[in-house]
């Protein structure tokens, strides 16, 4: 995977950068929005800082990146955290050498295994990211 703090190519368009390394977040969410639900049992919010840049022409939106994580298991993890503080605004409209940073959030399994990040854009293969 990418090393933190390491810009990375994904899709032809986008350039993305782990900023900081995945951290628990779980009381963060909970206290930012009286509707947010705690995650699952079993599980965490972690979030994880990111820059997105894109070089493409016209504009587009951050939410054209697909972001994921896997687990200690290789499994897939999913799930919605609710309203995020400094979250990351996935609908805003970037041009060539724009970008927007902040935070993303992944539930994940509480037992504080590694948490490996993928990105895909334009469906053009999977990039992995470091997350520590």
Same mark, same amino acid.
């Given at each position: 995977? @990418?090393?933190? &703090?390491?810009?990375? =190519? ?9 900023? %900081?390394? +995945? ?29 997105? @840049?894109?070089? &493409?022409?016209?504009? =587009? ?9 896997? %687990?200690? +298991? ?59």
């Amino acid at each position: 995977p @990418a090393a933190l &703090g390491t810009t990375t =190519a994904v899709g032809d368009d986008w350039q993305l950068t782990v900023t %900081g390394a +995945a951290r628990d977040i779980t009381a963060e969410v909970l206290a930012e929005n009286q509707f947010n639900d705690p995650p699952p049992t079993g599980f965490r919010y972690v979030g994880i800082e990111m820059t997105y @840049a894109y070089s &493409g022409s016209g504009g =587009a939106s951050p939410a054209n990146v697909s972001i994921g994580s896997v %687990g200690d +298991a290789n499994v897939q993890n999913e799930g919605y955290c609710g309203v995020v503080p400094g979250e990351i605004d996935m609908f805003t409209d970037l041009f060539a050498g724009g970008s927007v940073s902040g935070t993303v959030c992944l539930v994940v399994p509480d037992d504080g295994g590694a948490v490996a990040l993928y990105a895909t854009a334009d469906f053009d293969g999977f990039i992995w990211f470091a997350t520590s």
